[in-house]
């Protein structure tokens, strides 16, 4: 499942928990977060309220006097002290350390001095957490992002009245589509929100998808004339299905026989362990990839390596190639141009034991058929029926 980002009137943490909670993130969850990462005494309000028309979760925390600020080293403790699970751990920690080095940056000194004010708040470590841990509990594998408003104006933060976006807001959202306004807004986009951005986005949504389910988190701000929202969607990838036909149970029409031009992108990678390489794989796979092999190769001074090679359509590759940049080791993508003949293919339902299994048939060239039952749906029959894979498999074979 994949999740698009739709920050018409900006995004900031608590609006992203806000909209994960009105997809189904539990409420007690998130109201026991703040024992969880081990800061007590703060207590979470949530909250239904409108924002123009719209009706909306609200998240406050009630925070007792904390430090003025947190060094990077502090913040990545309370992550790694914590039990989410490792791939949600280094995403928070790298939202954390990026703020800190664009702040070194923009202020001339080192991470390991700067002192983190706005995302180093107790609230912001909750909402950078919560996030991307929200995301996780409710099944998402991609984030993908619209159009991000920034806002206009002016904004008081811990160094003074900035123009809006703050420095650090702009620089992390360097590679994203941004629009400044609307007019006398002024901060729609906080440091926290785009450091969520930066994270979680793999890029601009997909042209096609399915959409299966909304969510609206309220921003604090409740102006006249306008929802001060962030939309999340859930949906799915994939190729968009027809109708069903007269027949119930046919899930998809019949793909025409032929050949066709695609992409193939190709890194060779030498110092990543392989359950990274596997999740980086399934990433590219979720976020629309045909096919994604990986393969043992020799590198440089005979270390040995692995190859993983992603099939792609060309409308997808350069976001396909930008999601292997980011979430392998590669300092480098090979893309070449291959052709496919793909055999037609149609997909049903079958029902055995009162479940329903997908089938997929292809046709086989000179006439016949073979047909394939999809894995998880065997497996999760198995497990609800208490038969093994091969009872569920031979009740599919023996249907007529």
């Not at 003949?341 to 079958?350: F, H, K, Q, T, Y």
């Not at 569920?392 to 023996?398: C, G, P, S, W």
Request: aromatic share 4%.
């Amino acid at each position: 499942m994949i999740a698009i980002l739709d920050p018409f009137s900006g995004i900031a943490g608590d609006m992203t928990l806000g909209a994960l909670l009105d997809l189904g993130l539990d409420p007690d969850w998130l109201r026991a977060l703040p024992a969880t990462l081990g800061l007590e005494g703060v207590h979470v309000r949530i909250e239904r309220v409108k924002r123009g028309e719209i009706v909306s979760w609200k998240v406050d925390f009630d925070i007792p006097p904390q430090p003025h600020g947190r060094h990077l080293k502090h913040l990545k403790a309370i992550v790694e002290a914590s039990p989410a699970p490792t791939h949600v751990k280094a995403k928070a920690s790298a939202a954390f350390e990026a703020v800190a080095t664009i702040e070194a940056e923009i202020h001339g000194t080192t991470i390991e001095k700067v002192h983190l004010h706005e995302v180093g708040a107790v609230d912001a470590i909750l909402d950078i957490v919560g996030s991307i841990w929200g995301f996780d509990l409710i099944g998402v594998s991609a984030v993908y992002c619209g159009t991000i408003a920034l806002g206009d104006g002016f904004v008081d933060a811990a160094h003074g009245r900035l123009a809006v976006p703050a420095p650090a807001t702009l620089r992390l959202l360097e590679g994203q589509v941004v629009r400044s306004g609307p007019e006398g807004s002024g901060e729609l986009t906080t440091p926290t929100g785009a450091a969520l951005v930066k994270v979680l986005s793999l890029g601009a949504a997909p042209e096609t998808y399915r959409p299966m389910k909304s969510g609206y988190g309220a921003g604090t701000k409740d102006p006249a004339g306008r929802a001060n929202v962030l939309r999340i969607i859930l949906g799915e990838l994939g190729e968009v299905r027809g109708e069903e036909s007269e027949t119930p149970d046919l899930l998809a029409a019949v793909r025409d026989e032929e050949s066709e031009t695609l992409d193939l992108l190709a890194a060779d990678i030498d110092d990543m362990s392989g359950e990274y390489l596997a999740s980086a794989a399934d990433l590219l796979r979720e976020a629309g990839a045909l096919d994604v092999t990986l393969l043992q190769t020799m590198m440089k001074k005979g270390r040995p390596g692995v190859r993983i090679e992603v099939l792609c359509r060309p409308t997808d590759a350069d976001r396909l190639e930008a999601l292997l940049l980011r979430e392998s080791s590669t300092i480098g993508v090979r893309r070449t141009e291959v052709s496919r003949r793909a055999l037609p293919r149609s997909e049903a339902s079958v029902e055995v034991f009162g479940r329903q299994v997908s089938v997929k048939t292809v046709e086989l060239p000179g006439g016949g058929q073979r047909a394939k039952a999809e894995y998880e749906d065997v497996r999760r029959v198995a497990r609800e029926t208490g038969r093994t894979t091969a009872d569920v498999l031979e009740a599919i074979a023996k249907r007529p």
